[in-house]
Each structure stands twice: as C-alpha cells, then as structure tokens.
C-alpha cells in the first residue's frame, strides 16, 4: 500500500494568527517534514529578514516539541495530530482516492451509513450531497431512466428526486407533460 503514496504526503500553507503577518508553509513528504517561513513585517530589525526552512526526518520531528508547538499554533491541533499519524507509518488511504472512485463506492452504501460519512468531513459532505452520487444511487436501484425523468431529475437535483415517493413523481412529470402541450400549443397559435 506505501506504493501507492506520492512523494508529498500533506501540504499546508497559512499566515500566524493576529498580530503576525508572516506566512508558513507545511510538507510531509515521506522521509521528511519540512516547514517554512516568511516574515512580514514593517520594523526595522525584520525588513533584512530572509525565508526559513527547517527540514527534519519524520523521527527527529516526533521529538521535537518546539516546532510541534510552532505547527499547533500556526496550522491547528488537528494538523499537528494528522502529522503525528503520517510520521509514524499511519497513513489514510481513503483520503487519497479520487472522487470518482469515491462515489462509485459510495453509491452502493446504505442511506444510514451515507448518512454518517456525510458527518465525517467536508470532503464527504459535498460527496454524499453531490448530484452524481444521488444520480449513480437512481440508476442503480431503478435501472433505466427515461429522459423525461432525466430531465426532472436535474430540474429538481437527484437527491431530491430520489426521496420524492412515486406518485408526487408522476405529478411532477404529468404537470411537465402538460406545460410542454401548453406551451406547443400556444406557438402554432
């Protein structure tokens, strides 16, 4: 599985909080955490100050409190906890996959459990609430979609074509239907 990582494992880039202005940069890559640094400043003792980087094994990282605190403060406890994990060998590999794939997977859950993976980040929020899970998810459990549900289906948006119950869909698509004639009828007048 290690295969299948790239050589940057986790890229970050923010400024220091308030008053700071200086700017930082974080990569994980797989032997290595390298962290830089711009200052930004308009006092005299830093106009001459050049970018920093400081590169440490991912071992020599894990044993130094001073620049954990520094990525803590800068990029977040959550950071700081997810770089912990890649520097001791424990990598996400769900996180890595492309959205495509993600969804075909996806498309074959239970509604409860999209439900709990919606929950879990923002990356999975968006995909359980994305159009083409919810249409994959359609196609799956009623197999051919006639354009006129198509149609209605993007209209409307897939999720909520998948949760409207069968007859206010057939509504739907008669008052459709209807309109269509209405207005047909209405131009060779």
Known sequence: MASLLTDTLFEARGQAPAPSKDFYQLLVTKTEVIFRWWKISLRSEFREAR????RETHDDFLDDPSLQIQIAIVFGADTLDHIFN??????????????????????????????RLSQV?????TLCNSDKLWEMIVQNLSGKITTEMRS????????????????QLQLQLRRRRQMKTESSDSLSD
Request: negative net charge; hydrophobic residues 45%.
């Open 51 to 54: 970018p920093g980087e400081l």
């Open 121 to 125: 980040s923002h990356r999975f929020e």
């Open 152 to 167: 209605l289906a993007q209209e409307v948006g897939w999720k909520q074509f998948f949760f409207t119950n069968k007859i």
């Open 86 to 115: 890649m520097c001791r060998g424990n990598y996400d590999f769900l996180v890595r996959l492309p959205d495509p794939l993600l969804l075909y997977i996806m498309s074959y859950l239970d509604l409860e459990d999209i439900a």
